[in-house]
Every structure is written in C-alpha cells, then in structure tokens.
C-alpha cells in the first residue's frame, strides 16, 4: 500500500493552470488562473491574494532566478515571445521576439531555463527550439519536428538534463543540454489521456514525480525505469499541476481542478492499513 500524510489547501479562485514554489522564499506560492488571474501566498498557502491579473496575453510563468518577484512570461499566442518583468509592477526587463524563437508566429506552450538564465528551452506547435546564450540565438531541434513540444522541464540537480513531452503523449530526455535524446516509456496503466506534468526532487537526478490525468500520480526512483502509483487521498480529485518545495523535498504539492492546492508532507510512500492500490 501506499500513503501520505497531507493537508489541504484551499484557493478560492477558477480553475488553476499552474503552481510555482519561489526559490527565493520557500513560503511564496504563485499561481493563475485560466483567465490570467495571477495570485499570490506569502504564508505556504493559508491566505491568497491577487498580485494582476494578466488575463490581456495570459502568460506561462517561470520564476526567474534573480528573485525580487520578478517572472519570465511566455506568450502563448504573440510576436512578443519571451518576457521578463516584475510582477508588482509589470515592468519589463527583457524580451525577445517570437520570430527569434522559432521562426515565424507560432504557439508556445512551455518553457525551461537554466540557473544563470543563459540556456532556455521553448517548447510549442513548431517543436523545441533551444537557446545557450541567453536567447541571442535559437536553434530548433530536428527530432521534433513536425510535433508539438507541450511541456519542458530542467531537472534542479542537473542544468543540462530536460525533460520534453511532446503533443504524441510521448516523453523524452536528454543528460546534454539537448545534443542526445531518449524516450521514456510511460507507467503500463497510461490512458493516454490529459497533460503530462513533472515534479523533481532536487537531490536525486533519478527520483521524481510524474502526473498523468486520467491515469494518476507515479514517483520514479531510476529516471522512469519503474514506476510507483500513488493513490490514497487522490481517488477524488482531478489534479492538474503538482510542484515539490525545492527548499524542501519532502513537501509536495497537487493543484486540483476545483480550485484546491493539497500539500503532501513527507513525500515518500508511507505503510498505510487503508484498502488502496498498490501498483508497484
């Protein structure tokens, strides 16, 4: 069996797209909505507030890593491209088009950016397109081709590892900065069906957390080989998004679709008496 001490926190807003843990401070969490709505907590989660609503060129958020509440925006549908700006104020540090990205005007979906915010990945209906000098230039991976890279992920022990899955279902990863690739062969009850997200713990390169809606939360321990299902208190929630504390790997959370964020202390199965699955 498998267990989890948890908590639930509860976010009084429509449907979340995405929940994003400061590096900064670990008691910061931002989240938004799909209508651009963006809000804030200062204290892990027990009070919310608005910071903008942003709901004019709806963003995907990466927190950059200078702090001071300052974000990338990634324009889903937009010449613009690839934003900096404080989210206090909305003003715009840097920027590059999208025509630089990838080519022409075309949907993002995702982004990854390194440490010292010199290599960035974009991923979106043309493919991954790939940056190591700070977005002075672009070059976009031949492999992905003609698919839609929907999500992109930089594992925190390892710049050079990212993760991509594309709009086929199919996941991949590369441990050189995007020179080599290799697909993952998702858990064996996979349905196929939703948007692929991933969780890391930030001290093991191999130990992370895979969200499959349709199918349920897994947690690998040897980069995909096998797989653990994770099922109790999760039967009854559609979740969407899940993020681990990188200030604190054992805490874990799951952003639902009616609007709750669920913290998961300790995130490690735990023996449980509870009648659940235990597909491992």
Excluded: C
């Excluded at 000098?133 to 672009?138: A, I, P």
Aim: aromatic share 10%; hydrophobic share 35%; glycine share 8%.
């Amino acid at each position: 069996p498998i267990g989890f001490q948890s908590e639930n926190l509860v976010i009084e807003t429509p449907v979340l797209n995405e929940l994003i843990i400061s590096k900064a401070n670990p008691n910061t969490l931002t989240t938004y909505s799909i209508s651009g709505e963006i809000l804030q907590s200062n204290d892990l989660g027990e009070s919310w507030s608005t910071a903008q609503n942003l709901s004019s060129f709806l963003p995907k958020l990466a927190e950059a890593n200078s702090g001071n509440n300052e974000f990338f925006g990634l324009q889903v549908m937009s010449s613009n491209g690839l934003i900096k700006f404080n989210l206090d104020t909305l003003e715009q540090s840097w920027q590059v088009g999208q025509n630089d990205i990838s080519g022409g005007t075309h949907i993002n979906y995702s982004i990854a950016i390194s440490p010292d915010e010199s290599s960035l990945y974009v991923g979106g209906n043309y493919g991954l397109s790939i940056s190591h000098d700070s977005g002075e230039s672009w070059q976009q991976q031949g492999l992905f081709a003609g698919k839609s890279v929907l999500g992109t992920w930089m594992h925190p022990a390892n710049e050079e590892r990212i993760y991509i899955v594309t709009n086929l279902l199919e996941l991949f990863f590369t441990d050189d900065g995007g020179k080599n690739w290799e697909q993952i062969p998702p858990p064996s009850d996979y349905t196929g069906i939703g948007t692929i997200q991933l969780a890391f713990e930030p001290d093991s390169t191999d130990t992370w957390y895979l969200l499959l809606p349709g199918s349920g939360v897994y947690k690998t321990v040897d980069n995909g080989q096998t797989w653990i299902k994770l099922t109790q208190g999760l039967t009854s929630h559609l979740v969407i998004d899940l993020e681990i504390d990188p200030n604190d790997p054992q805490r874990l959370y799951l952003a639902t679709s009616e609007g709750k964020v669920l913290q998961y202390m300790n995130a490690v199965p735990v023996d449980s008496d509870d009648d659940i699955d235990d597909d491992t």
